[in-house]
């Protein structure tokens, strides 16, 4: 990271420029069909990672209950295949990351360490987000910041884990659940 002039560092230099909004509300579209087919069970999270030249490398869903799986949240398993993807490479530099759910702390971990260009996420997370709600990993990070844009698609992304939240209170497996909004998706237990 070369310093700029007045000794900032030059922050994403090297990279591409941001999406514009209206294509990062496209691919969220996208992000959010994927999620519609996250296993019952499991809170619908839905990730697509697109390559440099716009190409959908690989998309996953939430699968942490269905899998028995902690690790197994959607941003990682859509990472893990998008590097498959691009063959030998674990550097998905240039590569936009894009999921319903503003990543955790484990998930922006993975994204900084696979060297992202953009995170796109939709609903902001207050218990467990580390992109900005709790943590803010990416502007934190000292070796490398990828673009961050949070709330795309925000009410969307958010009516799609209340209707899940409230058809398991419905089903009486989880009422003490008690969450009517996207808040602690991820820190809560479905099962408890
Ligand atoms: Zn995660």
């Not at 922050?11 to 019952?40: K, N, Q, S, Y």
């Not at 699968?63 to 197994?72: F, I, L, Q, S």
């Not at 998008?82 to 759910?101: N, P």
Request: include cysteine; aromatic fraction near 4%; proline fraction near 8%.
């Amino acid at each position: 990271m070369r310093p700029q002039e007045g000794g900032f560092p030059s922050i994403g230099a090297g990279l591409p420029r941001p999406l514009p909004l209206r294509r990062r509300e496209t691919l969220m579209r996208r992000a959010l069909d994927v999620a519609a087919g996250t296993p019952d069970g499991d809170v619908p999270v839905g990730a697509i990672v697109v390559g440099p030249e716009g190409t959908e490398l690989a998309a996953a869903t939430n699968r942490r209950e269905a899998d028995a799986d902690p690790t197994a949240h959607a941003e990682i398993l859509a990472l893990r295949r998008a590097a498959r993807a691009l063959g030998d490479a674990w550097r998905l530099t240039q590569c936009t990351l894009v999921v319903t759910l503003e990543p955790c702390s484990m998930c922006a971990g993975a994204a900084l360490g696979a060297r992202v260009g953009e995170i796109v996420f939709g609903a902001y997370e207050p218990k467990t987000g580390a992109c900005g709600s709790v943590w803010d990993l990416p502007r934190e990070s000292p070796l490398h910041r990828p673009e961050v844009t949070g709330g795309v698609l925000a009410p969307d992304c958010e009516r799609l884990m209340q209707r899940f939240f409230l058809s398991l209170r419905r089903g009486g497996g989880a009422a003490g659940l008690g969450a009517t909004t996207v808040e602690g998706a991820y820190g809560r237990e479905p099962n408890e």
